[in-house]
Nanobody, 120 residues
Framework: QVQLVESGGGLVQPGGSLRLSCATN????????MNWYRQAPGKERELVAG????????NYADSVKGRFIISRDNYKNTVYLQMNGLKAEDTAVYFC?????????????WGRGTQVTVSS
């Protein structure tokens, strides 16, 4: 049973911080690239951050560089997104996404999302 469950979303004032978590089970977490996406109303889903299997090669959207940090704990099968200096434009549903490869086949798993609202 594959599960990706996000938590940590909520309402925060501009300039504040939140830490999102994505707890997983049912797949070989440490062989999958882990990612955070977000989708705001009326906008396409966009990649926020990604991290490789052994905590190497993190990447970030230009809009969040210097503010967000992605990390993973392969012992806990959990990926995190630390969000600092939040702005109103960060308001979105944030999704956890896992991608793995085997014999040329891509395996994708999505969480259901957690709402982040940045407002004064």
């Amino acid at each position: 049973q594959v599960q990706l469950v996000e938590s940590g979303g909520g309402l925060v004032q501009p300039g504040g911080s939140l830490r999102l978590s994505c707890a997983t089970n049912g797949f070989t977490f440490d062989t999958y690239r882990m990612n955070w996406y977000r989708q705001a109303p009326g906008k396409e889903r966009e990649l926020v951050a990604g991290i490789q299997t052994l905590n190497a090669g993190p990447n970030y959207a230009d809009s969040v560089k210097g503010r967000f940090i992605i990390s993973r704990d392969n012992y806990k099968n959990t990926v995190y997104l630390q969000m600092n200096g939040l702005k109103a434009e960060d308001t979105a549903v944030y999704f956890c996404f896992a991608r793995g490869f085997r014999r040329g086949i891509t395996y994708d798993y999505w969480g259901r999302g957690t709402q982040v609202t940045v407002s004064s």
